[in-house]
């Protein structure tokens, strides 16, 4: 089965940095495009980064750009978020997305159980 795990969140400081990793399984991770999503209390889920499945193309919030990087290993089924110059604005739960076609045609959004960041001094 389809299983995104997400890890690495935590309390930082305003302009630190902290990494997110998700883990996927259960479904083929290169030919999928991935998604990095966040939602902080009372507010939508907001996209933050997207990468291709080949991990040759990215794009962000412009929010977040310049600031967040995405990546992604194949080798081991992992896409990452790099999180630089963390603003308490940024607060907020991390999801890692993957979206994938099944034999009845349907698309589905699949998501992870999601990490916390926490910036505060």
């Known amino acids: 089965q389809v299983q995104l795990v997400e890890s690495g969140g935590g309390l930082v400081q305003p302009g630190g940095s902290l990494r997110l990793s998700c883990a996927a399984s259960g479904f083929p991770f290169s030919r999928h495009g991935m998604w990095w999503y966040r939602q902080a209390p009372g507010k939508e889920r907001e996209l933050v980064a997207v990468i291709s499945s080949a991990g040759g193309s990215t794009n962000y919030a412009d929010s977040m750009k310049g600031r967040f990087t995405i990546s992604r290993d194949n080798a081991k089924n992992t896409v990452y978020l790099q999180m630089n110059s963390l603003k308490p604005e940024d607060t907020a739960v991390y999801y890692c997305?993957?979206?994938?076609?099944?034999?009845?045609?349907?698309?589905?959004?699949?998501w992870g159980q999601g990490t916390q960041v926490t910036v505060s001094s």
């Open positions: 997305k993957a979206a994938i076609t099944g034999i009845d045609f349907m698309t589905r959004d699949y």
